[in-house]
């Protein structure tokens, strides 16, 4: 079974610029997750999608971030425009259907973003 | 919202000693345990997790971990180390019918052979 796949792995840019990251989740697998890892820190959730639906954004700073799922597989994140303290690494996770008590999330490789 | 502490952020050991990692999450409900570990050059990946039953969890690799429900602690256990346990690993937590973990900071734990 393939894992959750992610590009690019690496991404340079400078502040102001805008990028994009994109996730494809394992196969059959309804609930994507994006996470931000700050060096030194644990990943934080910043969006959760069931299927092509928002589930939890609360911690998505709205202003320069916005992710979607429009066919309810394949997602994409994007910053615009890019601040220094965006230098992180953006994980993405899936998992299968919400269901009690929790559904093991599995992670991708992460895409490392610098912004100079 | 809960929140998950992990201290002494870098750990060194040389094989075949103990290592504990400590958790302390902060939630007043019902919540789901879990460790990760990275190992370097590859993805985060599920190592135990608790849910209920038994408070003393097995894990892959030769690792547990206890939940101390009055402590609030879910620590990390493993007798004798392997250079291969060389890793980051992270402690979260998630509240009972929500998806949504929050992880700690991480422990850097470094295995001399």
């Known amino acids: 079974e393939a894992g959750v796949a992610q590009s690019p792995r690496y991404k340079i840019i400078e502040k102001r610029q805008s990028v994009a990251f994109w996730c494809n989740p394992i196969?059959?697998?309804?609930?994507l997750y994006w996470y931000q890892q700050i060096l030194g820190q644990g990943p934080k959730l910043l969006i959760q999608f069931q299927n092509n639906g928002v589930v939890d954004d609360s911690q998505l700073p709205k202003d320069r971030f916005s992710a979607e799922r429009l066919k309810g597989v394949d997602s994409t994140l994007k910053i615009q425009p890019a601040k220094l303290e965006d230098s992180a690494v953006y994980l993405c996770?899936?998992?299968?259907?919400?269901?009690?008590?929790?559904?093991?999330?599995?992670f991708g490789p992460g895409t490392r973003l610098t912004v100079l | 919202a809960q929140s998950v502490s992990q201290h002494n952020h870098h750990v060194i050991l040389s094989e075949a000693a103990s290592l504990e990692l400590g958790c302390n999450y902060s939630y007043g409900g019902t919540v789901n345990l879990f460790w990760y570990v990275q190992y370097p050059g590859q993805h985060l990946q599920l190592l135990l997790k608790?849910?209920?039953?038994?408070?003393l969890v097995k894990g892959i690799k030769g690792f547990e971990a206890e939940f101390i429900k009055s402590k609030f602690s879910f620590n990390l256990r493993k007798p004798s180390v392997q250079w291969s346990d060389t890793a980051e690993y992270f402690c979260?937590?998630?509240?009972?019918?929500?998806?949504?973990?929050?992880f700690g900071k991480g422990n850097q734990v470094v295995v001399i052979p």
């Open positions: 996770a899936s998992s299968k259907e919400l269901a009690e008590p929790y559904n093991e999330q599995f």
């Open positions: 196969s059959g697998h309804a609930t």
């Open positions: 608790y849910f209920s039953g038994d408070p």
């Open positions: 979260a937590v998630n509240a009972r019918g929500n998806n949504r973990l929050a």
